[in-house]
Every structure is written in C-alpha cells, then in structure tokens.
C-alpha cells in the first residue's frame, strides 16, 4: 500500500446490547465492534465528529486503518459497515474487521486517467466516458493500491479501454472475471448529431424515390 497507514483512534466500550449503544450514541460517540482475527469481538466507540469527518473524506470503506484503542495492542482493520440512522443518514454503528498483512480483501478501488493531452480522439473534440470510476480488486491488505491508472495517450474517438488494456498493480486481481469496459472516447455531440441529421436524410430521400417510382408504374 503506497503512502502510510492512518491511525484511527477508538475507546473501548464498556456494556454491549441496544441500551449500551443508546448510551454512547447520547455521550457523542459512535458504537462499533472489532472482530475476526481469532480474537475475540472488542466493543469499541469513536466520536461522532471524527467519525462523521472521516466519513465524509471518501474511501473509509476501502482504507486500511491502524486501530488504536488504549489498552490494546495497534491492529490494521478494514470497515465492513456503517449502519446509518435512515432518515438523517448519520452513522450510528460500525463494523471493523482485524486483518493480517497476508489477508486477502476484496476492495473498491478509484482509476485515475492521465494524458488525455495525448489522445488524438479528444483533442479532435472527442469524450471521455468514465463507465467504472472505481474497479473492484482482491489485493492483499498489507498492500492496497490507492488508484489505478489509466493512460489515454494515442486513444482516438469510439476507441474502449478495458480492464485488459491497463496494467493492474502487483498482487492485484478484478473480481469480474469478463473483459469488462472502464472507459470510452466518444464522438462530440454535434458530430453525432450531424451523423444522425445525414442518416435521417437519406432515409427521406429513398422514401421519395419510392413515391416517384410508384407514381410512374400508375
């Protein structure tokens, strides 16, 4: 994983069960559990605010956190849910599962495209559709990439770019086994539009021709 693990600081919770959870939403603080890891679960609460930052920053599902809870040994884990309140759309709990280095994830992870100066297809006027701004891939957790690149450099219009085309970090593997499409350059929209205008032309032409053709044979 490049760059450097974030913390994410935790209290442990004392009392499981619904009225344990209603007290510590009323103290500020989002209840949560951590389990796997053959240990066992440890009730933990954060506080709203830090949380809800966090949140709100983007990509706390798909991050690999160093936990710190006072009293426990630092250990890497991963957000396997968020419950949110449904109508104020507030976290209100959180799963976190312990992982090993040598852990096997599936994970989200954003493509980044580069050198759109490059491709002859947008410089004529073309667009790049992003179809799958994020591509899920099973990686390792002691090595999730942070994005994956896609470089456009001699794209034309109506060219694709799968997951084929793009070289995947090391370690690295989509969940979808098919050749699916991250991205197109397609045609401006006037160019489309004129290619349209033409067709629908002929069409209204040929069907002249027809009327002529039958009036004659009267």
Same mark, same amino acid.
């Not at 002691?142 to 994956?148: A, C, L, R, T």
């Not at 456009?152 to 034309?156: A, K, Q, S, V, W």
């Not at 995947?168 to 991205?183: C, E, S």
């Given at each position: 994983m490049a760059g450097e693990i974030p913390d994410l600081v935790a209290l442990e919770r004392t009392g499981t069960g619904k009225g344990a959870a209603r007290q510590a939403r009323r103290d500020g603080m989002v209840p949560g559990i951590v389990f796997g890891g053959e240990k066992d679960p440890l009730p933990i609460q954060i506080p709203f605010n830090e949380l809800f930052k966090r949140l709100k920053a983007g990509r706390f599902k798909s991050t690999l956190w160093n936990l710190k809870v006072e009293g426990h040994e630092d250990v890497r884990v991963i957000c396997r849910d968020v419950q949110r309140d449904v109508v104020k759309d507030l976290p209100t709990h959180l799963d976190l599962m312990r992982l090993r280095r040598?852990?096997?994830?599936?994970?989200?992870?954003?493509?980044?495209f580069i050198n759109e100066e490059e491709a002859p297809g947008i410089k004529k006027g073309g667009v790049l559709t992003v179809v799958r701004p994020e591509v899920?891939?099973?990686c390792t957790a002691?090595?999730?990439?942070?994005?994956?690149t896609v470089d456009?450099?001699?794209?034309?219009i109506n060219d694709v770019v799968t997951i084929s085309s793009v070289d995947?970090?090391?370690?690295?593997?989509?969940?979808?086994?098919?050749?699916?499409?991250?991205?197109n350059i397609s045609a401006p929209t006037g160019l489309a539009s004129s290619d349209? #205008?033409? !067709?629908?032309?002929? $069409? /209204?032409v040929a069907a002249d021709e027809? #009327?002529? !053709?039958?009036?004659? $044979? /009267?």
């Open positions: 040598t852990t096997k994830i599936a994970l989200y992870i954003p493509v980044e899920e891939l099973v002691g090595d999730i990439p942070e994005k994956i456009l450099t001699g794209l034309e995947l970090p090391n370690g690295t593997k989509p969940t979808i086994d098919r050749d699916f499409v991250i991205a349209d #205008e033409e !067709v629908e032309g002929a $069409e /209204e027809v #009327e002529v !053709v039958g009036k004659d $044979e /009267e």
